[in-house]
């Protein structure tokens, strides 16, 4: 009796109970068998699988409006990339298809060289439209509309005039920042130029990239005011590349830049500017075309009297100015034209620079015979006067367009 009761004893195994009941109690939780036995009872009751829970329309208008703001960020970026372009400082490789679609889609409102290219494209174009109503009556007078004479022809003609004004401010704040080879110096001991940016960001990587010594780095002093720039001192750790780097940049600095010059000092105007073919270039410029614009101004209708007896007070405030003005472009275009050429009498049709000047140059010639044939008050005097505004307005053009295309090519 003893002996069976200390056999049941030892048969008796509480932690296999335990195993069994954990064992059953996972089965219960086990998500498959749970599945399993949920199907079984709905095959039971006839009801295949469960119908999903609905989609909130919370979620869906979160969704859309995620996507509202990522289409505003992406056109604002567009945007931004479209009037404030990355401007490279060397020219990209770029073909002439690539170009002439920049020039449509890009417009950087920051380049003052693509405001001048823009603004006298804009204003040839208008004077273009100009000589062709002016020729409208000589070559067929039916072909005139009665609002010609009144509101389109000087209408034109006043548009051009302020693009050209616009033009020639851009031209003369270009030849202030420019830092080509007559406005930075050759000699490496001493460089002087508009332009540090392109330095300063170059100082940095290198003084970045390697460890260098306190008085060989490149001392860069700026004006109080924004705008004017001190002439930079460099040491004689610089080399001969960074020189020609300085000498290589073609382009001033964006509008809004801390080294922007607006207004040259006098020891600027001595030092740099006094040698700077491009500067003279753009001040001549920027003088004819006031003049020119105001010769403009005197051609509206009923600003100066049409009679014979009046002839003296046309000439005078009407023929001479506009004639002055176009003698003016004469000179700035051959300014252009000897700052492109490697020699003054050789002549470098191969280079862009070199054509815009050559194109303002005929155009120029245009609008100055413009101004002086009408002083013999013939009908072919006029008739050869209205052509020259004519074609000297087309010349105009090429030369701005072929500008415009330079300036694209420093842009992706």
Not at 205 to 224: F, L, M, R
Request: proline share 5%; hydrophobic share 40%.
């Amino acid at each position: 009796m003893a002996a069976e009761m200390f056999s049941n004893v030892l048969s008796f195994r509480p932690w296999k109970t335990r195993l069994k009941y954990t064992q059953m109690e996972m089965d219960d939780q086990d998500p498959a068998g749970t599945g399993s036995s949920v199907h079984e009872s709905l095959g039971r009751s006839g009801v295949s699988t469960l119908t999903e829970w609905p989609t909130p329309m919370f979620e869906e208008e979160y969704q859309n409006q995620q996507d509202d703001q990522a289409s505003t960020s992406f056109e604002s970026l567009t945007t931004r990339s479209r009037f404030s372009p990355t401007r490279s400082s060397v020219l990209r490789d770029s073909t002439f298809s690539k170009r002439l679609k920049r020039i449509w889609t890009l417009f950087p409102l920051q380049d003052i060289s693509w405001i001048v290219a823009f603004s006298f494209t804009m204003g040839s174009a208008a004077f273009v439209i100009y000589g062709f109503f002016l020729l409208l009556p000589f070559i067929d007078s039916g072909t005139n509309f009665p609002t010609e004479t009144p509101y389109a022809t000087p209408a034109s003609s006043v548009f051009g005039a302020l693009m050209f004004l616009i033009g020639g401010y851009a031209g003369f704040l270009e030849g202030l920042n420019l830092n080509g080879r007559e406005v930075a110096g050759t000699n490496v001991q001493d460089i002087e130029t508009t332009e540090i940016t392109e330095i300063r960001m170059k100082l940095d990587d290198e003084n970045s990239s390697q460890e260098t010594e306190p008085q060989n780095h490149t001392e860069i002093t700026c004006g109080e005011r924004s705008g004017q720039v001190q002439p930079l001192i460099t040491s004689a750790s610089a080399t001969n590349d960074d020189t020609r780097a300085v000498q290589a940049s073609s382009f001033p600095p964006l509008l809004g830049n801390p080294v922007f010059i607006y207004l040259p000092t006098k020891q600027q105007l001595l030092t740099i500017y006094a040698r700077s073919l491009l500067f003279h270039s753009g001040w001549v410029q920027f003088l004819g075309t006031i003049i020119f614009s105001f010769a403009t101004l005197t051609s509206l209708p009923g600003i100066l009297p049409s009679s014979n007896s009046s002839h003296l007070l046309i000439t005078l405030l009407n023929l001479l100015p506009a004639s002055t003005g176009g003698v003016l472009f004469i000179i700035s275009a051959l300014l252009q034209i000897l700052n492109a050429q490697d020699t003054w009498w050789m002549p470098n049709p191969r280079k862009a620079d070199w054509q815009v000047g050559f194109w303002n140059l005929v155009g120029s010639l245009g609008f100055t015979l413009a101004g002086v044939l009408p002083v013999f008050r013939s009908e072919t005097a006029s008739y050869v006067g209205i052509l020259a505004v004519f074609w000297g307005s087309c010349a105009f053009l090429l030369g701005s367009v072929v500008q415009l295309y330079i300036v694209m090519g420093y842009y992706a």
